[in-house]
Structures are given as structure tokens and as C-alpha cells.
């Protein structure tokens, strides 16, 4: 007997008896394939019966997209993410600021699915998250994890006032790691740097559309196409990426405004699929002047 | 649901993808053994409810499962791992248990090892010495020791080179043993490895 026997015996002799546990986590895991199965089946309904209306109304169908498609605009508009981001730039500049602009905390709900942990097993957390956020770095965030409420200087404020609304000098700040702090981002993150501080911050017109010409000019950046983001909203989306890593950014065409932004880590080509990091869809943002308060939604 | 012949845990998940319902086979092949593991780790209660979170978690992220292995559990295994790393305390409050219950070993160990009558009351406090170990060598020790995966299983696992596991392995037992050592030059208690060298590497 050695030290590993003695370890194995710790416990061993605990047996397992009841069965409720057992068909509690059976009815869950049940009630999990009920629902992927269920709406797999509307799904299909949905296809089959998309099918039949687009037979017998192809022509009117026809020139609804024709009269959608000339006032929206879509992905198939834009040959390069660098126009895109040329015409988002337009519209994020044309935006006023914000008239509750006074308050003193910023504001964002999102919805987030985070992956956690190491190795095969790592886990997808999902769940809603209201971040409050003030000047001296004090604010409450509430999430499925808790709701805590922070003192100055707890939580990281970025201040965007002090940013330049000029696109090339930003966009060396933002190279130089003075935005965010610790080292210089690759280009990939970059692009996932831009998204966080167009969603997470609450830059002024100019500076929004100077971040988005930021983005249009970093290496490697593509023109994805037309999407839908979790929340079921139609955007157009721009992605970089290098051997391991993949980071997605949708956007509104009307108001420039983020929908969503995700990172996926390459698989091995072997075997070992994409796997998703984060994906973290933009739902809500605002200023308001305590942290009970949400913004009024139009 | 009636188990398909010849499948593996591999086909079974990636046939679930079309078919959600043939992810049952997996639970009923790895549940107990996964529930068991987590009592052991941190509980019958909270063991319960991680059981229960690591299949509805494996079946939400199944997507992401690498179909080239063919065998399940070090992925399981990985999931109750990640899960665990939130119930640190319940884990504390486990070994804590074992460590107060060297009555109720003597009567399963002293039959199966009857020349070594001191097992019994040195257990408990490998409860000890275990609870003392960096969590992420104890995940290791116990994915190997407790739930029987071998090193390269481990590294799918966690996510580390099989090399990484190795260390990590080797460091705790070290541990373990230097914990235990003292103890029974004190107490006095005749188990093999103590009276007759250092220990297995």
C-alpha cells in the first residue's frame, strides 16, 4: 500500500443510494432535448412552410425585397469591410450626443456567453449583465453570479473624453496599449479592443466615427456579410483573425450601432472543433444618474 | 432509449447533433460515475446539483466536442472539473467531514488490509493533507487517483500537456507523503512505504 492506495480509499466506502437525485438530473437534461427538439421541429415547420408561401408569392416577394433592399442597406452592398466602416463612420458622425449625457453613470446591458475553465471540459456560462459605471471608477454590476455594488476606484473607467477623435492617432494609442493598459494588442484584438470601447464606453459622435475609421484602416480586417446576432437583429459583420483565434464584430447599418461581438478559438483541424470564447450581444446602453436608474427606452 | 450497438461516446454526440434524444445514451453511461466522483469531492448535495450542471452543460456545448475521441469521460471529467473551481468551500467542508470519520473506515479497510491496522486511522488524515494541496494538483491526483483517467485523459481533460499532469501528479503524492510522514513517526503506525522507503515516485 502506498499513498495513492491511501488516497483511493478517502471516500470509497460512500455509496450511492437514492435514485431522485439521478432522475432529477435526467428530467433536466430532458428538459433540455425537449426544448433543442422542439424548436429544431418549428424550425423545419417554419422552412417547409417559408417554402410554400415563397412558391405561391415569389413575385410579390420579389419586389418587397427589391423596395427592402433599396433603403436598407445590407452586406451585399459593400465590397470591403473598409467601406463599411466608411458608411458606418458617416452615420455613428451624424449622431447627436446624448441628452441625458449629464448623468453620472454609464450604463450597458448585454447578453453574454463566456467560456470558462480549461481543456475539453470547459464550460459556456451564459446569462444577462448590467454593468453601472461612474468617472471615479465606482458603479455595480449585476450578473447571474450576483449583484455588487463597487466603491471608487473599483471598477477600470475608461475615460474617452481623453481619447483623440483623430482615426490615426487613436489608432496608435490604441497599438500602444495606452487605451486598455499591459501589452500592445495584436491586430486581431484590436478589432475586438474597438468593439468594446463602441459598446462599453459611451464615446461622443465624432469619437464613435473615428472609431469606426480606426477599424476600417487595421490589416486584415474582412467583410463577412449579413447576419443575425443572438438577439434575432439583422446586421452586417466585419471579422479578423489569425491561426488561433477569430474575433466577429455585427453592426446596425442604420445607427452604427454594435449588435455583438465574439471571439473563436481555431480548432486543431484534426478533430477539435471552433470552440466560442465569448459572445457578448449589446442589448442596452445609456447614461443615467444613479445605479437603480436604467436608461428610458424610447 | 434503447443504446445503439457499437456506438461510441464520439458517434452518439456527434449523432445528437440531428437527433438531440441519443445524448440520453451518454448520461446513462457516465452519470453514476460522474455523480460519484463529485460526492466525493465536495458532497452528496452539492455533488447532486454538479452531476446534474455537467450534463446539461456537455449537452448545451456538445458542438464543441472534439469527435475524434472516442471516449467521453475525460471531457466529462474536464466539465465537473471547471464546475468544481466554484465550490472550493464545499470542498473544504468535505474533506473536513473525512477528516472526522476514522471510526467509520475501520470496519471497510481492516478486512482488506488486514496487516496494515493502522490504515484505517491514517485516512482521515490524508483528508487533510489533500485539502491542503493547490486545487489544480488536487484536480490531477484525484482525476487519477478517484476517477481513474490516465495522464493523457487528464490532459484532455484540463486542458494541460501530459507532461504538466505528470509534475502536477508526482508534486501532490510528495505532498501527501510529507504530510503523513511525521504523523506516524508520532503515532507510531506501520504502513509499508513509511517503514521501508520514501515512497513511489
Redesign the interface.
Same mark, same amino acid.
Given at each position: 500500500?502506498?499513498?495513492?492506495d491511501?488516497?483511493? *480509499? *478517502?471516500? =470509497?466506502?460512500?455509496p450511492?443510494t437514492d435514485d431522485l =437525485?439521478?432522475l432529477? =438530473?435526467?428530467s433536466?437534461?430532458?428538459t433540455?432535448?425537449d426544448r433543442?427538439?422542439r424548436v429544431?421541429t418549428a424550425r423545419s415547420t417554419e422552412r417547409r412552410r417559408r417554402r410554400r408561401a415563397s412558391t405561391l408569392f415569389t413575385a410579390a416577394a420579389a419586389l418587397m425585397l427589391v423596395a427592402v433592399f433599396a433603403v436598407l442597406p445590407r452586406g451585399a452592398d459593400y465590397a470591403t469591410a473598409d467601406e463599411l466602416f466608411s458608411d458606418l463612420s458617416s452615420v455613428a458622425e451624424r449622431g447627436s450626443a446624448d441628452p441625458e449625457s449629464t448623468g453620472e453613470f454609464f450604463y450597458t446591458k448585454s447578453e453574454r456567453a463566456t467560456e470558462?475553465?480549461?481543456? =475539453?471540459?470547459?464550460?459556456?456560462v451564459e446569462g444577462v449583465r448590467e454593468i453601472w459605471i461612474a468617472r471615479d471608477g465606482s458603479g455595480r454590476i449585476r450578473d447571474q453570479s450576483g449583484d455588487e455594488v463597487f466603491q471608487p476606484g473599483e471598477l477600470p473607467f475608461i475615460d474617452t473624453d481623453n481619447l483623440p477623435a483623430d482615426a490615426d492617432a487613436l489608432l496608435r494609442m490604441l497599438r500602444g496599449g495606452e487605451v486598455f493598459g499591459g501589452a500592445p494588442p495584436s491586430d486581431v484584438d484590436l478589432l475586438a479592443d474597438i468593439g468594446s470601447l463602441l459598446a462599453e464606453t459611451h464615446p461622443r459622435p465624432e469619437l464613435r466615427a473615428s472609431l469606426l475609421d480606426a477599424a476600417g484602416r487595421i490589416p486584415g480586417v474582412e467583410l463577412v456579410g449579413d447576419r443575425t446576432d443572438a438577439a434575432g437583429r439583422a446586421g452586417i459583420a466585419v471579422a479578423s483573425a489569425d491561426p488561433t483565434r477569430r474575433i466577429e464584430l455585427i453592426f446596425d447599418p442604420e445607427s452604427a450601432a454594435l449588435l455583438e461581438r465574439s471571439a473563436v478559438r481555431a480548432g486543431d483541424g484534426?478533430?477539435?472543433?471552433?470552440?466560442?470564447e465569448y459572445r457578448i450581444t449589446y442589448e442596452e446602453s445609456g447614461v443615467v444618474e444613479t445605479v437603480d436608474e436604467r436608461p428610458v427606452v424610447p | 432509449m434503447p443504446e445503439p450497438a457499437g456506438s461510441t461516446d464520439a458517434d452518439l454526440i456527434g449523432a445528437s447533433l440531428e437527433e438531440?434524444?441519443l445524448?440520453?445514451t451518454v448520461?446513462e453511461r457516465h452519470?453514476?460515475a460522474i #455523480?460519484?466522483y463529485l460526492? @466525493?469531492r465536495v458532497g452528496?448535495e452539492t455533488g447532486?446539483d454538479l452531476? +446534474?450542471e455537467t450534463?446539461?452543460?456537455a449537452?448545451?456545448?456538445r458542438? #464543441?466536442?472534439? %469527435?475524434? #475521441?472516442h471516449d467521453a469521460r475525460?471531457?466529462?471529467?474536464? &466539465?465537473?472539473?471547471?464546475?468544481l @473551481?466554484h465550490e472550493l468551500r464545499s470542498e473544504r467542508a468535505q474533506f473536513a467531514a473525512?477528516a472526522r470519520q476514522a471510526g467509520?473506515?475501520e470496519a471497510?479497510?481492516e478486512p482488506r488490509?488486514e496487516e496494515?491496522a493502522d &490504515?484505517a486511522r &491514517? %485516512?482521515p488524515h490524508? +483528508?487533510n493533507a489533500?485539502r491542503g494541496l493547490q486545487p489544480r494538483d488536487r484536480d490531477v491526483?484525484?482525476l487519477?487517483?478517484?476517477a481513474d483517467l490516465t495522464y493523457a485523459e487528464v490532459a484532455? +481533460?484540463?486542458? &494541460?500537456p501530459e507532461g504538466t499532469v505528470g509534475s502536477r501528479f508526482n508534486r501532490a @503524492?510528495r505532498q %501527501? #507523503?510529507e504530510a503523513?510522514e511525521p504523523l506516524a513517526a508520532i503515532q507510531g503506525w506501520r504502513?509499508?512505504?513509511m517503514e521501508t522507503s520514501e515512497?513511489?515516485s
Open positions: 500500500m502506498n499513498d495513492l491511501l488516497v483511493r *480509499l *478517502l471516500g =470509497a466506502e460512500v450511492i =437525485a439521478r432529477q =438530473a435526467r433536466r437534461l430532458r433540455l432535448i433543442e427538439t429544431g470558462q475553465g480549461e481543456g =475539453a471540459g470547459s464550460i459556456l484534426e478533430g477539435q472543433p471552433d470552440r466560442l | 438531440p434524444r445524448f440520453e448520461f452519470y453514476d #455523480r460519484r460526492h @466525493r452528496r447532486d452531476a +446534474a450534463f446539461a452543460q449537452f448545451t456545448t458542438r #464543441r466536442y472534439d %469527435v475524434s #475521441r475525460p471531457w466529462l471529467y474536464g &466539465i465537473a472539473s471547471n464546475l @473551481r473525512y467509520t473506515l471497510i479497510v488490509f496494515h &490504515i &491514517i %485516512v490524508v +483528508a489533500l491526483l484525484l487519477i487517483g478517484w484532455v +481533460a484540463l486542458g &494541460i @503524492r %501527501v #507523503r503523513l504502513v509499508s512505504w515512497g513511489e
